[in-house]
């Protein structure tokens, strides 16, 4: 017997074998099943979703005799095994008329055609004609054809299939019951050559169905056709290398390696990926293609994690590769590669206009690379100049007795103390008093084997340095469990800039436990999380010296507790009124309001710094 290709041989012969088209099989066998009958059915859609199949077993509920004799026979579900169903199948059955409107556009083949319209059927109960490719008929076909299909005879059914219905004339749109095919996506074709192939007793890798899938484009007769091809290719087993050497296109496990070293912003390797992609001598438009189109499925991951498509079966992974980005470098690389994609043709090579354009997205980031490790900033002032000269006069003093104040680093305040706190500052009064020990020195001028001065200059200077370590030994350099007032203190010193600062300005510090720090973010910012934000937090925070860990979680605020955003605008609004009631006091301005009747635009004044 000779090979049947899996097209035909998986061809639906029942309604419910019908793949993906469910909103067309249900309105089609609720009517059977009522008895409500058209005589004029429209089925539009692309290339191999089913149009033709959908119009044959259309043919067969209307003729299948296993339900009985007369209309009342009429079924949803025809049993096959009939006559007139296997009739059907095999292609000789009298009373179904197939025609190929794209070989016989004349108006002569359509008035032939209907002539034989008015006999009844010879063998089933209704005849009916199945017009394919029906946009392809003339302006004259069409109105010949027109009086019939509006009013035909009652034993007369008209199955019309095209791929193009806007071609059709508005009237005999009107006259027909049109259904729409959907495309298939790729998980529902995966899903079905996975069913196939396992029946078939065929071996097949996963990853291969995804490619196969992919290339359809929403028709399941391609996909067959090209599982066909695959099977022969690689000698009755279906491999992911060997199908994607057939189909000539690019492994989507390179393009997923690019948007890794996007992530792990690593020149390095990203050159190394475009390198290894070369041997393959792929289309390098193609690949930035690709590459535009993750980075669009990563922005949807990060908006609408829900809404990700899994066309090429990686959902999982994008998800996880969206945790990685910042949504300002997802959509500002998108942008590059999209202006990219447009300046390849003024590229002397398509190679390096893919190189340049990745190394761009890198150099353009907010944060810029490569980043050299970030100085800890200080989140108090420098010590006073008070503090500076105390230093200096210790500094002349033995050594034995200056040392521990030098090797001290806490002598400024821990993270998040308030900088003006006299109690944290205790080196500040003992400072005036070595100011006017130099003043005895002209009257013990005329004793200089004595020298009274220079002693009492070395006691006054070291009497407050003694307690010093002590209070450096018990001063730590940051607090042990840092607090909400904490974390509104010195979050502006962390230096944080972009969205991650957008987004901690909108955050409560919830719990500290001296490991992890668990931020309560408003949940209105939620979609903008990431886990690039946390890590950056964390490199902020361990600069100040808090070796922490950062979560979010994502809850009502506390109504009682600010954000940093919320106490930047209070203050602001303060800094504002404060500004406000100064200009209205100034002598000069209140002239200018008795004089011309002039009034303030509140909006207008900006106060400065000096206005606290």
Partial sequence: MSYQVLARKWRPRTFHELVGQT??????????????LHHAYLF??????????????????????AGGEGDEGVTSTPCGQCDSCRAIDEGRFVDL?????????????????????????????????????????????????????????????????????????????SRCLQFTLKHLPPERVVEHLTQVLSEEGVAF??????????????????????????????????????????????????????????????????????????????????????????????????????????????????????????AEDVQLYYQIGIQGR???????????????????????????????????????????????????????????ETAPPEASPQASPPWGADPVSPAETPSAPPDPKPEPAPEPAPDAAPEPDSDPASEPMV???????????????????????????????GFAALGLGGLTRSLAANCQLKHDDGATLELRLDPEQAAMQAEIHETRIARALAAQGLERRVTFTSEPLDPTL?????????????????????????????QLKETFGATFMDNGVTPTRNTD
């Fill in 205 to 326: 890798e996963k990853s291969a169905l995804w490619l196969l899938g992919k290339a359809a484009e929403g028709s399941m007769r391609d996909a067959m056709s090209l599982t066909d091809q695959a099977i022969a290719f690689g000698q009755g087993v279906v491999h992911h290398a060997d199908v994607a050497a057939m189909l000539g296109t690019l492994d989507h496990r390179h393009v997923l390696a690019l948007i890794e070293a996007l992530a792990e912003v690593d020149v390095a390797r990203l050159l190394d990926e475009v390198a290894r992609l070369a041997e393959q001598g792929p289309d390098f438009a193609a690949v930035l293609d690709d590459v535009t189109t993750i980075l669009h499925r990563l922005a949807v991951a990060q908006m609408v994690p829900d809404a990700v498509d899994n066309g090429h079966g990686d959902r999982e992974t994008v998800l996880a590769l969206a945790g990685r980005f910042t």
């Fill in 97 to 173: 008329i197939e025609v190929d409107a794209a070989s016989r556009t004349k108006v002569e083949d359509t008035r032939e055609l209907l002539d034989n319209v008015q006999y009844a059927p010879t063998q089933g109960r209704y005849k009916v004609y199945l017009i394919d490719e029906v946009h392809m008929l003339s302006t004259s076909s069409f109105n010949a054809l027109l009086k019939t299909l509006e009013e035909p005879p009652p034993h007369v059914k008209f199955l019309l299939a095209t791929t193009d219905p806007h071609r059709l004339p508005p009237t005999v749109l």
């Fill in 342 to 400: 447009g300046d390849m043709a003024h590229a002397p090579d398509l190679r390096s206009a893919l190189e340049m354009t990745l190394m761009r997205m890198l150099a353009f980031r907010p944060q810029g690379v490569p980043r050299p490790p970030a100085t800890p900033l200080p989140l108090q002032p420098e010590r006073p100049a008070t503090d500076a000269a105390s230093d200096a006069q210790v500094a002349s003093a033995p050594p034995p």
């Fill in 44 to 65: 539009t859609g692309t290339r191999g979703v089913g149009k033709t199949t959908l119009a044959r077993i259309l043919a067969k509920c209307l003729n299948c005799t």
């Fill in 23 to 36: 909103h067309v099989q249900r309105a089609l066998v609720n009517a059977l099943d009522q008895g409500r």
């Fill in 562 to 590: 600010e954000t940093p955003r919320q106490r930047d605008g209070r203050l602001a609004q303060a800094r504002h009124a404060r500004a406000l009631d100064t200009l209205n006091r100034d002598p000069h301005v209140q």
């Fill in 459 to 489: 006691e006054t200077a070291s009497a407050p340095v003694e307690p010093e370590p002590a209070a450096a030994d018990s001063a730590p350099a940051a607090p042990e469990r840092l607090d909400h007032a904490g974390w509104l203190d």
